[in-house]
């Protein structure tokens, strides 16, 4: 009979091993496995979500008036605190109303003269958007053709740089209807695509999203639909950090 | 044997439950007990490192814009992610180069107007240093008595509110030399009178950039001894919601 209740108790015990483990990996295993390592120089990349208001005249790293006021800023932060004794040295050179192809006509001089260790790209909601109001001529396969050849160019030029691509995302409010879809889907999928045949660390804001709604409506996330309110950047922050730092 | 084989394992299991009982406090408990709940008003209040360069023309609350760069909106972006799906209203009102008294002579309208519920003040480090330079004639004693005079005025006109009374601090380098001491404790230490007169949530930052030197120099976290980079406003916002939301 007590060998009995001794082995349920073990048992039950035992059960919450892995929970405990998965609180203890935020410790000094997360940092071994972090994609930034102290020392390192950051860019983020991207159209008006990664923009987010930055002073263009500030071209230092780290200084947060060039950093702008979305995820990108708040991740910052995240990787700034984490990695002391060191610095990190974090770009933003996110663009509003870039498309991929923008991106490459400018890669010279905001990326790769940066010399960046690692490069992390938000990229395609404008090039599904700006074709449905008439601004742009665009389909899948340009986005998925341009955005392949961008980090072949990049991997070229940096052979050790390290890439992460971030999901495009919208939620279905404000500027977002049902005539999105499935096209937008495609423009999604194409991107984990390309992360794939880079060896990216991918980013899944889209799932991330979508599981927030469990939380709050899309309104509360992304006013239009497109740009994130603070607390729907500070939701990307969140996953940008655990995704690429294991935080 | 076997049985006292059990014994050891239920033993050794057990001892590992505070651990896992920790880090299970990050959860709906430590939401119950967060000062900031869901709904309310948030008014950040202070001088530059509060002000962080907001945007003065923007006064509606969650407007990036108008939080600046600071802690204040680092630790507005984690309370506006946790409070889905629900919002805070946060509003920023620090103003670079404030003492006290300067607090006091627009208190009106940039804290009772607004009627927050809750109201966090970082106060003190221009009250001596603008008297060390001879901008200023103002002593420990005329401090604590402006910043009593505050709190109680506040608390008359807002019999709810509740109070967060951040510490001044430095880091000894840059502006800050030997000339800074004793008597910047005794700021510090006003501060901590003030708060617990009055009920008051107090956030210890001198004490968390004193632990924080074990990990990197003063310089780190504050180029200048007093304005915090930006891994410094990251690890006071880190600070100011696990001591005010048990985050």
């Not at 960046?116 to 909601?125: A, E, H, N, T, Y």
């Not at 955005?147 to 971030?166: F, G, H, I, N, S």
């Amino acid at each position: 009979m007590r060998s009995t209740f001794h082995r349920g108790a073990i048992a039950a015990l035992l059960a919450l091993i892995p929970t405990l483990a998965g609180c203890a990996a935020t410790g000094s295993d997360a940092a071994s496995r972090a994609l930034v390592q102290p020392g390192m120089t950051v860019l983020f990349q991207g159209d008006s979500i990664t923009d987010a208001g930055r002073n263009r005249e500030v071209g230092d790293a780290n200084d947060p008036r060039g950093l702008g006021r979305g995820y990108a800023s708040l991740a910052a932060a995240g990787l700034l605190m984490d990695a002391a004794p060191r610095d990190v040295f974090v770009h933003n050179r996110g663009v509003s109303g870039n498309k991929v192809f923008q991106l490459a006509e400018r890669w010279d001089a905001d990326c790769l003269e940066l010399r960046p260790d690692v490069v992390s790209i938000l990229i395609g909601v404008n090039d599904i958007w700006h074709t449905k109001n008439g601004n742009y001529d665009g389909t899948v396969a340009i986005y998925e053709r341009d955005y392949d050849a961008l980090l072949t160019r990049t991997r070229t030029a940096l052979p050790d740089v390290k890439l992460v691509v971030c999901e495009p995302f919208v939620l279905r409010c404000g500027a977002i209807d049902d005539s999105w879809f499935p096209e937008f889907d495609e423009y999604r999928a194409a991107a984990r695509r390309v992360a794939a045949a880079h060896g990216a660390v991918f980013v899944p804001f889209q799932q991330m999203f979508d599981d927030a709604l469990a939380q709050a409506p899309a309104e509360h996330w992304a006013r239009d639909g497109v740009h994130p309110s603070m607390a729907g950047a500070a939701l990307m922050a969140k996953t940008w950090l655990a995704t690429v730092q294991g935080r």
